[in-house]
């Protein structure tokens, strides 16, 4: 059983640019959370998802970020026009459902954003 | 809303020593409680987590952490260091106010040393 996958691995985007990051939960999850991990700081929490809707997005930055989980494919996190504030390491974890506060989260190896 | 705290973002310890991690939290509701671990470039993986049964939860790689509530503690210990437990730890509480985001402490370095 495969875990969550993630990629690219590592994105380096120049400022201004898009970048686009993908997460495929685990076989038979249908909640995915994203967490940012700046250097130097533990993960912080940004969205979390279940198929075709968003339940909570209380930790996104208002502009330029935006997540979707579509029926079919990948959930994708989407930064416009970055900066180089944006460079972390994005983290996406997925569980079988979000209605258990005691669902175990199984996280990806996350995406390692450089913005130059 | 809950909270965890971390003290020491490192420490130290032989090979073979006890390893103690600290971890306080703050919540006005019964915490639900993890300890994950991080290695170098790689995800996090679950080591324990405490969801109000057993007070003394025991996780993987020899890892075990007590909820004590009057101190409003979730200790991270292992008797004895080996060298492939040098990662970084990192302790988290549920939100408990519907769905269930994790928020993370700033996590603590573990080096182990010969």
Redesign the interface.
Known sequence: NAG?M?NPRHLVRRRGQEARLRCSPMKGHSHV?W?RQLP??????MV?LQKENI??ES?MPKERFSAEFPKEGPSILRIQQVVRGDSAAY?C?S?PR?T???????????T?LTVL | AQSVTQLGSHVSVSEGALVLLRCNYSSSVPPYLFWYVQYPNQGLQLLLKYTSAATLVKGINGFEAEFKKSETSFHLTKPSAHMSDAAEYFCAVSDTGGGNKLTFGTGTQLKVEL
């Open positions: 969550v993630q959370y967490y130097e700081e533990g993960l912080k929490f979390y339940i909570d930790g983290f974890a569980s979000g258990r506060i005691t669902d175990t989260q199984y996280f990806g190896p996350g390692r």
